[in-house]
């Protein structure tokens, strides 16, 4: 262990943190790790789910038939086995894709962050929803760009919103979770991702289109992705991922980018990390040859529909009246508006309290916050922990 110093120095922080601050769900789960904490405030996947003798006998199989591949270094672009399965995957969806238009990366976390890394100079301006996932913030504060919010209403971006800002702003991209977004749990409809595929095209911005939760799908019907519009087809990149719908400890996602786009992407990230792990990527790609990954998404998706509504069945007891909520079609979230003059930030200490958490929706936000604004995450717990947690909250309102 280094010895420690009374007034040891610290070194000078590099200009790019000074307006990055930590994440307040990081720090609200780092307060609410009691077991007798009922937690709203992760998007966590329910460990109970997770397939755990399919993953250990992808595990098994990679490791008994090819261990040293499997233990070895690989190419940045990823396992050639995984970049099929998930071309194949995205193209019996309807988005035509082959094994070269993807790069694997370590979670789409690490993907957002090489095309940060690989698009962004300081001063740039990115357009994001209003209120936007925490951790794309994060991301683009990082790069020094200018984020511009954009305003959204129930149904997501608003599309006239979005012209009038482009018309002024020299918009480098714009980013959009459009299915069971986080936090709000919103969808963006398909003509409203048409009419932002066409503002791409005639505005000359790229879009970058987050899909961590569209496979958790409790009603309605799938929105074909933004991606797939022919008027973006050439200036759009998704970004998708494993963790919601495998495990979120294998830390593996994937970007599908335009060649020029991803050959940056795959300099910026050998200068992250070399490659994403190669015998997760194994395990991964023998786990969707010998495993019904589809069936297993099935379970969750009952399971969380479940979930979801016991949630929504709580909520008029447990908020004050006048407050408001959607009921998303899928994802883990719940967006809550309380009424005017209460403070979700404030009221958290009082919830904790109670043994109750959740997120406030202030963070979100990349333009004025709403300080009556809630996040709920209903994914973790079972349906009689989520009722008791609801229990809780009310006891916050008194």
């Known amino acids: 262990m280094l010895p420690s110093a009374p007034h040891a120095p610290v070194p000078a922080g590099a200009s790019r943190l000074a307006n990055v601050g930590s994440s307040p769900v990081r720090e609200i789960l780092a307060l609410t790790e009691r077991p007798e904490v009922i937690s709203f405030a992760g998007g966590l996947p329910a460990p109970e789910l997770f397939d755990t003798a399919g993953i ?37 969806r309807g988005l035509s894709t082959g094994p070269d238009d993807l790069l694997i990366t370590t ?38 760009a200018r984020v511009v919010p954009v305003p959204t209403d129930d149904d997501g971006i608003v599309p006239a919103a979005l012209e009038e800002i482009v018309a002024r702003e020299p ?12 936090p709000t749990g919103r969808t963006l409809p398909a003509e409203r991702r048409t009419a932002v595929a066409e503002a791409a095209a005639r505005h000359g911005f790229w879009i970058v289109e987050d899909d961590p939760y569209g496979d958790l799908r409790y009603d309605g019907d799938r ?21 919601k719908i495998m495990a979120p400890g294998l830390r593996l996602g994937y970007l599908r980018a335009p060649a020029g786009l991803r ?11 070399l490659h994403t792990s190669t015998v997760d990527q194994a395990a991964a790609a023998r786990y969707l040859r010998d495993s019904d990954l589809d069936a297993h998404v099935r379970t969750m998706c009952s399971a969380y529909r479940d979930r979801r509504d016991a949630m929504l069945d709580g909520l008029p007891a447990a908020l004050p009246a006048g407050s408001r909520w959607n009921r998303p079609e899928g994802g ?22 109670h043994e109750v958490a959740y997120v406030p929706g202030a963070p979100f936000f990349a333009g004025t916050p709403d300080p009556a604004a809630m996040r709920l995450s209903f994914t973790t717990h079972s349906p009689d922990e989520i009722s008791e947690g609801l229990r809780r909250l009310a006891k916050t309102f008194v």
């Open 263 to 273: 050959r940056s992407c795959v300099i910026a990230k050998q200068a992250a990390d």
């Open 171 to 182: 918009a480098k991209l714009l980013y959009l979770v459009p299915t069971f977004q986080n």
């Open 332 to 353: 883990m979230f719940i967006w809550v508006t309380l009424p005017e003059g209460y403070d979700a930030t404030e009221l958290l200490k009082v919830a904790v309290g």
């Open 107 to 144: 979670g789409s976390q690490q993907a957002l962050t090489l095309i940060a890394t690989a698009m962004l100079e300081p001063g740039d301006v990115v357009l994001v929803e209003d209120p936007c996932y925490l951790a794309a913030l994060q991301c683009f504060g990082f790069s020094g």
């Open 56 to 92: 250990r006998a992808a595990y098994d199989g990679v490791l008994a038939e090819e261990p040293q591949r499997a233990l070895q270094y690989s190419t940045t672009e990823g396992d050639a086995e995984l970049r099929t399965a998930i071309a194949d995957r995205l193209t019996g």
């Open 223 to 243: 929105v074909p992705w933004i991606s797939g519009a022919e008027a973006a087809a050439d200036r759009t990149v998704l970004l998708g991922s494993f963790s």
